[in-house]
């Protein structure tokens, strides 16, 4: 099962900052978090990971709360094509399940023009 | 960008046939990583595969999959003989480093698979 909590859904206008929740209250200190999205009908894509410190790319910023049990995945400037599902998932990088990431329902975001 | 291409695309096979779905991982990338998503479900892991062996795989992988690296560019799963309920897409990921590395997984576009 996965480790998150997200919304199921969310709304945001375009042109302004989509700030996407995950609860990972269980979340230990090996343990990795990365933000993926799914566009319909495509293949999962990465957009960022961070362990505690707050990380920022090109596509978006994470803000990993201090005591790391929650998760904020900014996307600046949001546009229609940002309208996706958006999955945070937990890895751990030890122990005898380190390689697979799991899936949960994630959130939609639709953004709205 | 380098990425992950898959092939083919859709493919539809008879109940009972074998299948072969195709991946090229990202060229310097030493992880790779098959999963599916059963139409409106979650996306599953599947399997993972280091140095040719499998390294880690889920209760979903059992006798009748197989994953095989052919070559230096080639990742394969095999479907021995599909069932309906085989009827996914399913996605094909790689990444530089494994389960003590923190990359990230890249993934392929998948292929549909539709069993008739």
């Known amino acids: 099962d996965a480790k998150t909590t997200q919304p199921p859904s969310m709304d945001c206008a375009e042109g302004r900052a989509a700030n996407l929740p995950c609860n990972h209250s269980a979340i230990s200190g090996n343990e990795y978090v990365y933000w993926y999205r799914q566009i319909h009908s495509q293949g999962p894509q990465y957009i960022i990971h961070?362990?505690?410190n707050n990380e920022t790319n090109e596509m978006a910023s994470l803000i990993i709360t201090e005591d790391r049990k929650s998760s904020t995945l900014i996307l600046p400037h949001a546009t229609l094509r940002d309208t996706a599902v958006y999955y945070c998932?937990?890895?751990?990088?030890?122990?005898?399940?380190?390689?697979?990431?799991?899936f949960g329902k994630g959130t939609l975001l639709t953004v709205n023009p | 960008e380098p990425e992950v291409t898959q092939t083919p695309s859709h493919q539809v096979t008879q109940m009972g046939q074998e299948v072969i779905l195709r991946c090229v991982p990202i060229s310097n990338h030493l992880y790779f990583y098959w999963y599916r998503q059963i139409l409106g479900q979650k996306v599953e892991f599947l399997v993972s595969?280091?140095?040719?062996?499998?390294?880690?795989k889920s209760e979903i992988f059992d006798d009748q999959f197989s994953v095989e690296r052919p070559d230096g560019s080639n990742f394969t799963l095999k479907i021995r003989s599909t069932k309906l309920e085989d009827s996914a897409m399913y996605f094909c990921?790689?990444?530089?480093?494994?389960?003590?590395?923190?990359?990230?997984?890249?993934f392929g576009d998948g292929t549909r698979l539709s069993i008739l």
């Open positions: 998932i937990v890895r751990s990088l030890s122990g005898g399940s380190n390689y697979k990431l799991t």
């Open positions: 595969f280091y140095n040719n062996e499998i390294s880690e």
């Open positions: 990921a790689s990444s530089a480093t494994g389960g003590r590395g923190n990359q990230p997984q890249h």
């Open positions: 961070g362990l505690k």
